[in-house]
């Protein structure tokens, strides 16, 4: 799961973060004002193409999406069934 984790956090820190800013994977992304709702979209279809999943939309909210740990927590559901 720490791999999954780093592989998230890298895509955010290569994806968004404009600056040198630090990204840890409690670090809140959305309401920390680092993704964006457009940019939550294109985080979504990297998560589906990279694990082989399908994150329904009802379930791609922005507090789903707010921190690694919890991207990693909803990715975890559907990679179990």
Do not use: W
């Amino acid at each position: 799961m720490e791999d999954m984790k780093e592989v998230i956090r890298q895509y955010v820190i290569n994806e968004y973060v404009e600056d040198d800013s630090e990204i840890q994977n409690d670090t809140p992304l959305i309401s920390g004002g680092i993704v964006d709702s457009f940019s939550m979209v294109s985080l979504k279809r990297f998560l589906e193409n990279k694990y082989h999943i399908s994150i329904p939309d009802e379930k791609a909210t922005p507090e789903a999406f707010d921190t690694v740990d919890k991207i990693v927590d909803l990715i975890q559901e559907y990679i179990k069934g």
